[in-house]
């Protein structure tokens, strides 16, 4: 079969080498004997694939793809904690996903401090919780932001940001790692960064149609080591992101889905054997599937 007639995913798992001319990008190689995985329905709209490599490291990457057209399909952050003097409680994803009946959820943005579930923590950069502000747009950081409209509508933007703010962001939260974690902007590699961790990044397409959620398993020898915000970045825009953000990760990075029992189900390995209590989550409601 000719290269040109492959996907892009499956370009990335059968070649090794630089990646799309990018410095220092790597190329991906499955692990022996797999194939590019295909996306597995976990509910209406919501789809699922897990890719295991061998190369250019042992790395688990997660990826749940949203069809913001789909029925019943809405973004949600997580909401403040009142007149507590910090912003919010932290949470557990599972705890998150469980408490406000959602199908899947990843952790998001910064915080501080680090401390046990239902201790109040600060937000670090801006998050918007169905309509209402929960922390302010941290504008020097430069991080990038993540939103969803009223009628889920979803983009990312880079900085510099506009001067009125994001009237517009029904849930929304800034990203991590400064104007590095802007990973790809329309369709364009920009980050540089090449340490390896524990990553979660969100993207959306160039239609705008769908958003992606993404954990890549790490700090774990032999089973999944991690990807630097390069390869993560390589990897999302092959999998159909115009534009991409890194979020929280190290041992923050978790992804949780409903079950068909209704309770928590982790999909990843968190980096520790454990999940770490956050400050914020992006989450989605969606519709069971038709029996």
């Known amino acids: 079969m000719a290269f040109s007639s492959l996907r892009p995913l499956a370009l990335l798992f059968l070649l090794l080498g630089p990646a799309s001319g ?5 190329g991906f190689v499955a692990l022996a004997g797999s194939s590019p ?3 597995k329905p976990l509910f209406q709209g919501v789809e699922y694939r897990l890719s295991e490599l061998e190369k250019p490291r042992r790395i688990r990457i997660h990826e749940v793809r949203i069809d913001t057209k789909a029925e ?3 973004f949600f952050t997580t909401p403040d904690n009142g007149d507590v ?4 409680d932290g949470r557990r994803t599972t705890t998150f996903l469980k408490e406000f ?25 801006l998050s918007v919780s169905d309509g209402r502000k929960v922390s302010a747009l941290d504008a020097k950081s430069r991080n990038p932001v993540f939103l969803a409209t009223a009628d889920q509508k979803v983009q990312i933007v880079r900085a510099p940001f506009p001067e009125e703010g994001f009237p517009q962001a029904h849930n929304a939260l800034q990203g991590w790692y400064g104007a590095n974690g802007m990973l790809v902007d329309d369709g364009e590699v920009v980050t540089a960064t090449v340490d ?8 959306v397409s160039k239609d705008g149609r769908h ?6 398993d790490g700090r774990q ?13 390589e990897w999302m825009k092959a999998s159909g992101c115009w534009d991409a953000a890194n979020l929280d990760g190290g041992g923050s990075s978790t992804m949780v889905t409903k079950d068909e029992k209704g309770a928590a189900k982790i999909l990843n390995s968190p980096s520790g054997g454990i999940q770490r209590s956050v400050g914020n989550h992006l989450g989605v409601h969606a519709l069971p599937l038709a029996r």
């Open 22 to 26: 990018e410095e220092g990008a790597v």
């Open 37 to 39: 995985p295909e996306w």
């Open 72 to 74: 019943g399909i809405s």
């Open 85 to 88: 003097p910090q912003e919010v």
């Open 101 to 125: 009946d959602l199908e899947i959820a990843i952790n998001g943005t910064g915080f501080k401090p680090i401390a046990k579930e239902g201790a109040p923590v600060d937000v670090l950069g």
């Open 196 to 203: 390896i961790h524990p990553r979660t990044a969100v993207g």
């Open 211 to 216: 958003a992606y959620f993404v954990v890549a």
């Open 221 to 233: 020898p032999g089973r999944s080591e991690g990807m630097t915000l390069i390869e993560l970045a």
